[in-house]
């Protein structure tokens, strides 16, 4: 097992979709608090390393149910190409899961100095349950993201979860306004794994069951136009609502981005779809940082 293996099956061009949600709820939490630098440092930490653990657990639960084959339309990973075997791909999961859990753990403590109050046992539990579902998309005798239920999962646990649960570790405090945005990203991140998914169409049906297949391809392709559309919308309602500076509206300029990425969805297919992929990931983390800076941090 190489380093070259683990950082080609970590796909680190993931993190910015990780990332874009806690960068959110970071910046909804200064608007009421002074951050605390230890806790958003872990807070970035550990959804950086939750979102590697989900990556090498999909790889490795397409392996196990015989999935990854030599016609997906997406880009082969270590264990698909021969440079990593199953059994290490094993110990490197366990190592990643420790640092979720380690990570989890001190952004508790940094946040609220204690485990033993009802709020950081709570969150503890809630990082439990981002581990589980980190690992079980692919992995398991009935993992979730073969039955069609990734999306739900994706919408809670990148958008509200990854939203309000960053403001909250922040804060100690929650707004209901708070999950507009939350909603935004969640709809958008969605709309990563449904672009995924169109490309895919093809491969999966024989071994999956997605929202893409169920759609078909000229509804799964309104369906991610009705994504797209919906997060801005909810975007432009919190700011409607609580904007009091011309700099809460930067975050704007990044809308030409998602406009092409929704031209390349009606246009292209298969694996021609791929630089859709990335497009969508980085329109979604500019718009979170210029959200943040403009709202709160400048």
Known sequence: MTVKACLKSMRLRTLPLSLAGIIVGISLASSVVTLNVPTVT????????LQILSNLSNELGDTLHGTDTSDRQG????????????????????????????????????????????????LLLLGASAVWAAMHYTLGDN??????????????????????GAGYVCSHTLSGLWSLPAAAIGCWSIGVLNVNN????KTDAST???????????KARIYQTALVVTGWALLLV??????????????????????????????????????????????????SVLFASGAYVL
């Open 42 to 49: 872990a807070l970035l930490f550990t959804a950086a390393f």
């Open 75 to 122: 880009i082969h990973y270590s264990i698909q190409d021969g440079e990593m075997t199953v059994p290490e791909m094993k110990r490197l999961i366990v190592i990643i899961a420790g640092l979720c859990c380690i990570s989890g753990l001190i952004m508790v403590l940094c946040s609220f100095r204690t485990v033993l109050a009802v709020e950081p046992a709570a």
């Open 143 to 164: 993992p979730y993201g073969y039955r069609g239920l990734g999306d739900v999962f994706v919408f809670v646990f990148f958008g509200l979860i990854s939203v309000m």
């Open 198 to 201: 169109i490309r895919d169409m």
């Open 208 to 218: 999956r069951t997605t929202v893409a297949l169920k759609l078909g391809l000229k």
């Open 238 to 287: 919190f700011n409607i609502l609580t904007a009091v500076d011309w700099k809460q509206w930067l975050f704007f300029i990044t809308m030409p981005l998602f406009v092409l990425h929704l031209k390349g969805v009606w246009t292209r297919e298969d694996r021609s779809l791929d630089p859709m992929l990335p497009l969508i990931v980085m329109s979604t983390f500019l718009t």
